[in-house]
């Protein structure tokens, strides 16, 4: 192992469990085969036979997985958001004894197993070995099957069909997550949004100052229909051409099963009418994204004043809309191109 | 009707239009003649003159309709379709490299009438727009009798544009900057023109089709 001296900020954070010792030996034995390790991953397993290379990644103390970077880490280095999902790697005390960097953070820069102190040590070989092993989709236990060795697994993780959604409420960014039933009563129970069954709409947008469009004010609506939801989207923003209002729906599902679906909106008044048709966008598209590539019904704020019955000076905009199941899925010319910015 | 491809040449085409000595040399005398033999022949002499709707601002025409068409199509070669429906394609190599105002202007004889289809690319507010919208060869009133579609599709989705014919009275820049027609932005102008290649090509298909209201 290559060791680095590196200098060693005592941490300033308030260590949950700090004076709680803990006491364990270098290498961990399970009662029962070697096989039992591996229950410690819960879900599928593979049967390669380094079972006992599985033991040796875990970390004494939570008994997480570890995955490169391994690494003996030190309180500066800084903590990366993926650390709340994976378990970063593995720290190392000088006796070589390891935990996982998650733990790390909490055992105030001490090893737990011999209380000496934690460095920046980065062991190649062990890195190698994780590489090599494959470990279930960590969304096994909601439904995915899947078996990868470390890298595939995470982009097959950013990926996967059986990751939770995250919630669709447009605005500060909502960090929920979950399923969609979940989602929806989220969205009625803590966003307070309103509920509609059917697919069909007819909302009126109604603004007594119209200049004043603040930035990004927005309303949804979910819609329920053909057993589905539906987020539909109205906002009023600046795009580089002024004020606009925008439209749009989105699919509470997989971007798969949304293009099964089609939905059209409509707005007009003084013998003109704008109509927009498309496919929903699946809420795994962020609502800036989706509002970022237009892909929606968009009005300048002077049109939608002008179609806004009256004095030009109130918006009273009336925007109908359905949503409809496409007989069959739409031509192999379909394709998405990367509109964001 | 067949679809034409329209080619929005860049600079090269704009500016060979916009120096071609159509409203200076070739013609001006004619026109002049012409305006002034007219004036004083014209039947319905209590119609003011049209201002040639052709969008190059340097053509200062002045005609009856029947003479505007001829300046249009002999003048500045403007194509001219029967029927009231049609389908156009736009397309353009790099739309990057559209400057403001390049636009395209086609005619469309229906109903004993004759309509002009803009097709522009414009910048607003520093945004790169494309717009196409109608004018009625004709007096607003009689303009008001009549109603158009333009769609554009491509890619999974489509936008439809239903509207009036604004008359030749309003230049073809008061209607544009009134935005009173189907506006896009070149965004989403560039969504209905990808296809499966990887190619950054402008490839609109328009079509639409004018009728009657009463």
New interface residues.
Partial sequence: METESMDCESSTRSIPNDNETYHFSSTKKHAGAAAAVVTNIVGPTSTAAATSVYELLECPVCTFSMYPPIHQADDTTQFRDSVAEIALGQAYCHNGHTLCSTCKVRVHNRCPTCRQELGDIRCLALEKVAESLELPCKYYNLGCPEIFPYYSKLNHESLCNFRPYSCPYAGSECGVVGDIPFLVSHLRDDHKVDMHAGSTFNHRYVKSNPREVENATWMLTVFQCFGQYFCLHFEAFQ????PVYMAFLRFMGDEEEA?SYSYSLEV?GS?????????PRSIRDSHRKVRD???GL?I?R??ALFFSSGDRKELKLRITGKIWKEQHS?DS?????N?SS | MEPRINHLQIESQVHELLDYPVCTNQITSTIYQCSNDYTGEVNNDKEKPYNCPYSGSKCTVTGDIRWLLQHLRNDHHVEMHDGRSFSHRYVHHNPKHLHHATWMLTLLDCYGRQFCLYFEAFHLKKTPMYIAYMQFMGDEEEATSFSYILEISGNGRKMTWQGVPRSIRDSHKTVRDSQDGLIITRKLAMFFSADNTNSKELKLKISGRIWREH
Avoid at chain 1, 333 to 337: A, S
């Fill in positions: 795009l580089g051409m002024g293009r007009g013998g003109r009418k704008l109509t927009w048709e498309g496919t590539s237009n892909d968009i300048q002077n049109m739409p010319g379909l394709c998405i191109p509109l």
